[in-house]
């Protein structure tokens, strides 16, 4: 059984698990093809369900889309968190922060992919209820994981660890230099996670200052 056969097949179990398989499906689709280029119907093919049950779960394929923003988000969240929970020395939150970034499965690289490439879609109001609730949803943890990289970046301010700067500014410009990375990077790829995850880690402690060398 090739690779992809199994991916279909895995994607085929029981019927209360459709809507992550469905989620899987779509992630795979639109990191590989790009959502313009992924038809709905694929997705339903590949989940073994009709494209008019694809709807009980997603009112549309943009809906499908700010739901994987969302996840992708949240998980980009909790693992900041998680990953700088407990961690006095600054400079040592700041790599741990970038780590987290990076500590992906491959499927999660795609969601970061997907994220990065259509943030525009969370600018404007959405048609539909369901996809506008989901869009809040999505700005409401896009400034949250802002105020987590400025509340870094003041804690080492504060304690004389970084270099005294705008630190909402330096905060953003750390995010955009970290997430910037999904706009190239494929699975699979000449480039590790772990190497772009030393560099970017370094890089980002010069940008606030400090000698790179642990």
């Known amino acids: 059984m090739t690779t992809q056969t199994t991916h279909k097949a895995d994607r085929k179990e029981g019927p209360r698990s459709k809507r992550a398989v469905i989620l899987n499906a779509a992630i795979d689709n639109f990191g590989r093809d790009g959502f313009e280029h992924t038809k709905w119907a694929t997705i339903a093919d590949e989940v073994g369900i009709g494209q008019t049950a694809l709807y009980h779960y997603f009112e549309s394929k943009a809906h499908c889309l700010l739901t994987i923003m969302t996840l992708e988000l949240d998980r980009s969240l909790t693992q900041f968190r998680e990953a700088t929970d407990g961690v006095e020395d600054h400079v040592e939150r ?51 994981i802002e105020d987590q990289w400025s509340e870094l970046i003041e804690g080492g301010i504060s304690s004389g660890d970084f270099v005294a700067r705008d630190a909402r500014l330096t905060g953003l410009a750390i995010l955009g230099l970290v997430i910037g990375v999904w706009r190239w990077y494929r699975p699979g790829g000449s480039r590790s996670l772990t190497d772009i995850s030393d560099f970017t880690s370094a890089a980002c402690v010069r940008l606030v200052g400090r000698d790179p060398t642990p």
């Open 94 to 144: 700041m790599r741990a922060a970038v780590g987290s970034a990076y500590a992906l499965t491959d499927r999660e690289a795609l969601s970061a992919r997907i994220l990065v490439s259509h943030m525009d879609l969370l600018a404007t109001v959405r048609p539909s209820q369901r996809e506008e609730d989901e869009r809040q949803r999505a700005r409401v943890l896009v400034r949250a």
